[in-house]
């Protein structure tokens, strides 16, 4: 093995960005959030951003939204789920890397719960893979 440079660390945060944008200006992908890196999240919630602004753009060109209204509404659409995948990854973070007995008294029945339920197990990875929007079905049943 050979080391080719000096191994450097960046110091993780969770940020966010409101709005993500004005004018002829938006933020996307980790422009405008920041989380913990935790099970690809932040990849899952660029790709919702790249998503939403296809879905908007394609309204702006059917006539459906205004050209001025994009950056609103691509802000207004993506807040929900920043916010709660960024605070879903957050306290993941806090209550896997906690060493305080409390919070073993947490991830145990958490973990064992996940392992043995699989529509708990189901709903976390729609969730982490699609955010708020794999509700969506399920609500409207």
Same mark, same amino acid.
């Given at each position: 093995?050979?080391?080719?440079? @000096?191994?450097? =660390?960046?110091?993780?945060?969770? %940020?966010?960005?409101?709005?993500?944008?004005?004018? %002829?200006?938006?933020?996307i992908? *980790?422009a &405008?959030? @920041?989380?913990?890196? /935790?099970?690809?999240?932040g990849?899952?919630?660029?790709?919702?951003? /790249?998503? @939403?602004?296809m879905?908007?753009?394609?309204?702006?060109?059917e006539?459906?939204l %205004?050209?001025?209204?994009? &950056?609103?509404?691509y &802000?207004?659409?993506?807040?929900?789920d920043?916010?709660? /995948?960024?605070?879903? @990854?957050?306290?993941?973070?806090?209550i896997? &890397?906690n060493?305080?007995?409390?919070s073993?008294l /947490?991830?145990?029945? =958490?973990?064992?719960?996940? *392992?043995?339920?699989?529509?708990?197990?189901k709903?976390?990875?729609?969730?982490?893979?699609?955010g708020?929007?794999?509700?969506?079905?399920?609500?409207?049943k």
């Amino acid at each position: 093995d050979l080391l080719l440079d @000096t191994p450097q =660390a960046f110091p993780l945060s969770l %940020r966010l960005t409101y709005p993500m944008g004005s004018g %002829r200006k938006l933020l996307i992908g *980790e422009a &405008s959030h @920041t989380i913990h890196p /935790v099970g690809g999240q932040g990849l899952n919630l660029c790709w919702r951003d /790249v998503q @939403t602004l296809m879905d908007l753009v394609y309204k702006v060109n059917e006539g459906k939204l %205004r050209i001025s209204n994009l &950056s609103r509404s691509y &802000s207004n659409s993506r807040t929900i789920d920043l916010i709660l /995948v960024s605070l879903f @990854t957050h306290l993941l973070i806090r209550i896997y &890397s906690n060493k305080s007995p409390l919070s073993f008294l /947490v991830r145990l029945p =958490a973990i064992v719960s996940i *392992e043995r339920i699989p529509f708990l197990r189901k709903v976390l990875l729609g969730f982490m893979t699609d955010g708020p929007s794999f509700f969506s079905p399920i609500l409207s049943k």
